[in-house]
């Protein structure tokens, strides 16, 4: 059976805490007990295997053992958290769930049909032949539509079958993001104690750091910029975060030199997966460093033309709503630009983000990092404006800090001059705009849609 040994194991961390939901602990023995609850309940209502569900949640105690349940029942998962209502027409039509699960903010369950038929997608022929627990996941959008990704969730168990370190984590990425489940079956398959926060503010997390002697934090280069504008960190004792991991988006290397320069008693990790891949194993050359080996057990990596291309035991079956980015030989083509050294790379961008400026390849985060190097700047976003002569323009939208004396015409001129400094002229932004909003989605990524 799919958790199997996931169950095993909760029997023999016993009474040690698995969850903690609202600073209340619930244990291991619990957990177990609900997951059986909910293996009962799902099939009283009718969802067996081959299934399309769609929850509704955070994580939380039951999301957690639904989730679990809904595995071991050979369902096909679509995992949706409460800040997606806008799209949740369009995820709805797209992945065509007959079932549905919400789970409301006292952690209570609503089972119901959604007046849907069995789907007959053959993405999910593909699961149901094999008799496998599936699993759909959404991209995040943040540069154009966002693509259904369905998962045989048996690959992505695999690789946790081995044991691995026992640790103390934040659960930050969300429910319905690969990296947010990565944590989940990493923390849980290991014995340790998954700290769930319903706000992800930097204040509000490094509390929960502090209450709960957290060891892990994985999360988002956006979110450890806010944490060192907002200076959170200073209110809290920390001392028990042993490792930070980052991903989802290029870290700008000034925010990066800054963390390891105020926290020198932490590992900062950087870590590298995709909803259509799972996450794979990464080792950062050193703390401050952007280079970084990643594959581990299940995975293998290759250089083509300057891109990462990917085979995984963890890849998706495919894309429920878009054409095949695999290789006729299996490699799933990420679209990442990378700097080589030696067994060590470096992600430099997406190539649907390069900005090509008279030839000229210009990657937004070299830029961003630099912009973001002033004092009076929040957050800075580089993205291309068409242009009849050079094919593109480089262009940013900054926004300041809300504290900064600085009006937006001297900003602009402020953030030219020290570009000039720091970058050739054909990476300088022609254009800027300072606006007040924040510039990432609820994931904590940035948003280079403009």
Request: net charge neutral; with cysteine.
């Amino acid at each position: 059976m799919p958790i199997t040994f996931l169950l095993e194991r909760f029997h023999a961390f016993g009474s040690d805490d698995a969850i903690v939901w609202n600073d209340q602990a619930f244990t291991y023995d619990w957990l177990r007990q609900r997951v059986v609850h909910w293996i009962d309940e799902v099939r009283h209502h009718g969802i067996a295997e081959g299934r399309v569900v769609v929850v509704e949640a955070d994580f939380s105690p039951n999301a957690i053992a639904v989730l679990l349940a809904l595995i071991q029942t050979r369902a096909i998962i679509v995992p949706l958290t409460r800040g997606m209502i806008r799209q949740k027409h369009e995820f709805m039509e797209i992945a065509a769930p007959e079932m549905s699960i919400e789970l409301g903010s006292d952690d209570t369950a609503t089972i119901g049909a959604t007046g849907r038929t069995l789907s007959t997608h053959p993405m999910y022929d593909v699961v149901r032949t094999a008799q496998h627990p599936g699993l759909v996941l959404f991209s995040s959008g943040s540069t154009g539509k966002s693509k259904a990704a369905l998962h045989d969730l048996s690959g992505i168990l695999r690789k946790f079958h081995t044991p691995r370190h026992r640790l103390r984590t934040i659960s930050f990425l969300l429910y319905d993001h690969i990296g947010g489940l990565n944590t989940l079956l990493y923390t849980l398959s290991n014995g340790g104690c998954l700290v769930t926060v319903n706000d992800r503010s930097p204040d509000a997390v490094f509390a929960a750091v502090e209450k709960h002697r957290v060891e892990l934090l994985p999360t988002s280069p956006t979110f450890l910029n806010l944490a060192l504008l907002s200076e959170a960190y200073r209110a809290h004792n920390i001392s028990s975060l042993r490792t930070i991991s980052y991903g989802t988006e290029a870290m700008p290397e000034s925010t990066l030199k800054r963390l390891v320069a105020l926290f020198p008693s932490v590992s900062f990790l950087q870590t590298y997966g995709l909803s259509e891949t799972g996450i794979l194993r990464s080792k950062s050359k050193e703390s401050g460093s952007l280079f970084m080996k990643i594959g581990g057990e299940g995975f293998q990596t290759r250089i083509v033309d300057g891109l990462l291309q990917i085979k995984a035991e963890s890849a998706m079956v495919g894309y429920l709503n878009a054409p095949s980015p695999f290789t006729d030989d299996g490699w799933f083509k990420t679209g990442d630009a990378v700097e080589v050294d030696g067994d060590y790379i470096r992600i430099l961008g997406r190539t649907s983000d390069i900005i090509n400026v008279g030839g000229e390849k210009v990657y937004p985060a070299e830029v961003e990092s630099v912009i973001g190097e002033l004092p009076d700047i929040a957050e800075a976003t580089v993205y291309s404006e068409r242009h009849p002569l050079i094919g593109q323009i480089v262009c940013a939208t900054v926004t300041p800090l809300k504290h900064a004396d600085t009006d937006a015409k001297e900003l602009v001129t402020i953030v030219k001059r020290h570009c000039a400094t720091r970058l050739p002229p054909f990476k300088i932004p022609i254009k800027i705009r300072v606006v007040s909003d924040v510039q990432h989605t609820q994931r904590f990524k940035k948003a280079r849609a403009v």
